[in-house]
């Protein structure tokens, strides 16, 4: 089965760290950029990071850049993303998908997301 799987996420206090994982199933992850997007009840989803295909280059929305990063292992076909300084504001469902470029063309593949609540 082509899928791709999110874990990590949980619950943390305000100014906390998670660190989530993206796996890829059935298929390899080298030849597609890999976003992070997140979706807070009530709130459209937003575009949290990207990373390239060759890792050498990265993206992130203004809302997170400084306190999450992007990165990837393609030997063991996951990417991962460390969220640091965690805000309360950063409460939603976080969600991995696949293209073939951070810019442009369609999602093949998207995860079935994984929750991140940051509470006191």
């Known amino acids: 089965q082509l899928q791709l799987v999110e874990s990590g996420g949980g619950l943390v206090q305000p100014g906390g760290s998670l660190r989530l994982s993206c796996a890829a199933s059935g298929f390899t992850l080298d030849n597609y950029a890999i976003h992070w997007f997140r979706q807070a009840p009530g709130k459209e989803r937003e575009g949290v990071s990207c990373i390239w295909a060759s890792g050498m280059r990265t993206s992130y929305a203004d809302s997170v850049k400084g306190r999450f990063t992007i990165s990837r292992d393609n030997a063991i076909n996951t990417v991962y993303m460390e969220m640091n300084s965690l805000k309360v504001e950063d409460t939603a469902v976080y969600y991995c998908?696949?293209?073939?470029?951070?810019?442009?063309?369609?999602?093949?593949?998207w995860g079935q997301g994984t929750q991140v609540t940051v509470s006191s």
């Open positions: 998908a696949a293209r073939s470029s951070c810019l442009r063309g369609n999602y093949d593949y």
